[in-house]
Nanobody, 122 residues
Framework: QVQLVESGGGLVQPGGSLRLSCKVS????????MGWHRQVPGTTERELVA????????TSGVPGQGRFAISRDNAKKEVYLEMNKLTPDDAGVYYC???????????????WGQGTQVIVSS
């Protein structure tokens, strides 16, 4: 069974940095794009922060432009989000997602992690 597990969230002071990690576990056929989305408290939308394709092409969303960097390690099946110069507006629950083909003969589908909370406060 495919699972995504995030880590690295927490409380950070304004101007600080955090590094989020997400590991994919379980048997799979192909791991396509991996990415990070953010959900702000009081909303249901998960907005794209960034995603990276299996061959390294990055698509960035609005949150964190110029301050956040996404990367992945295909051998480890992990994706990372380096967040710098954090402000209170960056707070929220950050979800890892990945498009995965889990079984031969079945289409790929998107899987989600459980989310990791980021709080930016002094």
């Amino acid at each position: 069974q495919v699972q995504l597990v995030e880590s690295g969230g927490g409380l950070v002071q304004p101007g600080g940095s955090l590094r989020l990690s997400c590991k994919v576990s379980g048997s799979l056929v192909r791991l396509n794009d991996m990415g990070w989305h953010r959900q702000v408290p009081g909303t249901t939308e998960r907005e794209l922060v960034a995603r990276v394709s299996s061959d390294g092409i990055v698509t960035s969303g609005v949150p964190g432009q110029g301050r956040f960097a996404i990367s992945r390690d295909n051998a480890k099946k992990e994706v990372y989000l380096e967040m710098n110069k954090l402000t209170p507006d960056d707070a929220g629950v950050y979800y890892c997602s990945a498009e995965i083909r889990a079984h031969w003969g079945r289409a790929s589908q998107r899987y989600w992690g459980q989310g990791t909370q980021v709080i930016v406060s002094s």
